[in-house]
């Protein structure tokens, strides 16, 4: 029988692998009807960020119980991402693309926020570690990945300003 653990990190892990797919879909696509890329100078230290993360619940997470409280948290976090993809469809990408003339998205859950796929992210790098029992291992990566967020809502922020006018 397969381990509620080795369970939850594939799915996570196919997850990721299956969003990068689309996202690369979609940016080629948006590239192609003429959208551009911003800002991408720290986007290799947040795919870093992100991989160590994953990798390092493999290494250390493996065989630990997995909390039902903090689990349900994380799936509801997943509805959330499926709602933000749901919602920018063939704009979702993991890169600042920004095609001109394209209006911002304000319906679904950017009703709501202006960055909704963040805050799930921001989540989702605290509550998978602490289903695991994993409270500095959450707390160290949410310290980076808020570093590397604040960089880049601020560059993704200037994009869209700049592209409104």
Request: net charge positive; with cysteine.
């Amino acid at each position: 029988m397969l381990r509620p653990s080795i369970a939850l990190l594939t799915f996570v892990t196919l997850q990721r692998l299956a969003e990068l797919i689309y996202a690369r879909h979609n940016t080629a696509a948006l590239l192609a009807r003429g959208a551009g890329e911003h800002a991408p100078e720290h986007y290799p230290f947040m795919v870093a960020l992100h991989a160590a993360w994953l990798i390092g619940l493999w290494l250390f997470a493996i065989g630990r119980p997995v909390d039902p409280a903090w689990f349900l948290l994380f799936m509801v976090l997943q509805g959330l991402r499926l709602w933000v993809l749901a919602t920018l469809k063939d704009r979702w990408t993991t890169r600042i693309i920004v095609l001109p003339g394209a209006a911002l998205v304000t319906k679904g859950p950017y009703r709501l926020l202006n960055h909704p796929n963040y805050a799930v992210v921001i989540g989702e790098i605290a509550v998978l570690p602490l289903a695991f029992g994993m409270p500095i291992y959450a707390a160290v990566f949410s310290v980076l990945n808020g570093i590397i967020l604040a960089i880049r809502i601020r560059a993704e922020n200037a994009c869209l300003r700049q592209a409104a006018n």
